[in-house]
């Protein structure tokens, strides 16, 4: 394991041990689960899981050819993520799982030149990624001259969507075994396919700021409950790229500071539809969180 992600997975398990000393975790969601804070470290289950049908690539980032000033090329890249990827409506979402031109690997492809395949789709959860990996396959996307493979996935397993609004959410050790058993399953098809790729695990940009959260711009307010389910989303990716022997990028952590309530403009995740100028989609990243996203994963590439 290279030091950089020994570094950040022992970062995260340290986080959430003093969470379990100072006693932080708490709250409805966390109650109606049965959750308890030694049970953030501990043993998970791991249930078994089949995929589910969904879509294929819309599109390919192709780079371009015709300056002979760009610098050598490296293999293509494949991505595969849910909305926080596809970032759908910005300006506008491409087909049925919203990948829109304004993402961060359509962005990262026009800064670097690389050939990106995006196979990121709204509402993936780490089940359906499963049927986008054997898209990527059957297409010749994701094959022996892949370089890079970037995943992010789980906040659809985890509900993160309904845990923003203050619902509760359901077994977090479960859920944790099923995202670990099927990135495993997704990792192993890739490496059939792709066994010299570069893998690079991300997480998700926070929307809270320490255990605040703005659900209007500027309106914050404590919840404890979704601050800790966030950090305990990206522990799960952190745990399953220690499994995979990939590099993990921790983009909470990196982006610190620019929650919901962070001044319009500058926050990369939005809040609720408040009408502000760079909400793109609720409680998503804004296009200041895409280019964020851009900026961290460039350098994986």
């Known amino acids: 394991m290279s030091q950089h992600r020994s570094r950040t997975i022992s970062r995260l398990s340290n986080r959430l041990s003093q969470r379990t000393t100072t006693g932080v975790l708490g709250g409805a969601a966390i109650l109606a689960t049965g959750l308890t804070l030694a049970s953030i470290a501990g043993a998970d289950s791991d249930p078994g899981a089949s995929p589910d049908t969904g879509h294929g690539a819309d599109y390919t980032v192709a780079a371009s050819t015709d300056d002979p000033a760009d610098p050598p090329r490296t293999g293509p890249v494949v991505a595969f993520g849910d909305s926080y990827f596809s970032a759908p409506s910005v300006p506008e979402g491409l087909g049925p799982c919203g990948r829109s031109s304004g993402n961060w690997t359509r962005l990262a492809a026009a800064e670097t030149g690389r050939d990106i395949h995006d196979y990121s789709c709204a509402g993936d959860t780490s089940t359906t990624m499963l049927d986008r990996v054997d898209d990527a396959v059957r297409s010749g996307d994701l094959d022996t001259?892949?370089?890079?493979?970037?995943?992010?996935?789980?906040?659809?397993?985890?509900?993160?969507?309904?845990?923003?609004?203050?619902?509760?959410?359901?077994?977090?050790?479960?859920?944790?075994?099923?995202?670990?058993?099927?990135?495993?399953?997704?990792?192993?098809?890739?490496?059939?396919?792709?066994?010299?790729?570069?893998?690079?695990?991300?997480?998700?940009?926070?929307?809270?700021?320490?255990?605040?959260?703005?659900?209007?711009?500027?309106?914050?307010?404590?919840?404890?409950?979704?601050?800790?389910?966030?950090?305990?989303?990206?522990?799960?990716?952190?745990?399953?790229?220690?499994?995979?022997?990939?590099?993990?990028?921790?983009?909470?952590?990196?982006?610190?500071?620019?929650?919901?309530?962070?001044?319009?403009?500058?926050?990369?995740?939005?809040?609720?539809?408040?009408?502000?100028?760079?909400?793109?989609?609720?409680?998503?990243?804004?296009?200041?969180?895409?280019?964020?996203?851009?900026?961290?994963?460039?350098?994986?590439?």
């Open 145 to 301: 001259g892949t370089a890079t493979v970037v995943l992010a996935i789980g906040g659809n397993d985890f509900s993160h969507q309904k845990a923003v609004l203050g619902d509760t959410v359901g077994d977090l050790p479960e859920t944790r075994g099923k995202v670990l058993a099927n990135v495993a399953e997704a990792v192993s098809r890739i490496r059939a396919a792709a066994p010299d790729a570069r893998l690079v695990f991300t997480g998700y940009l926070p929307s809270t700021d320490g255990p605040k959260v703005c659900r209007d711009a500027g309106a914050s307010v404590d919840d404890g409950p979704l601050n800790d389910l966030e950090a305990y989303i990206s522990a799960t990716m952190a745990r399953a790229a220690e499994a995979a022997g990939a590099s993990y990028v921790d983009v909470r952590d990196a982006a610190a500071g620019n929650s919901t309530c962070s001044p319009v403009g500058t926050r990369y995740v939005s809040g609720s539809d408040d009408g502000s100028s760079d909400v793109l989609l609720k409680w998503h990243p804004t296009q200041a969180g895409n280019r964020f996203m851009a900026d961290q994963l460039i350098p994986e590439l």
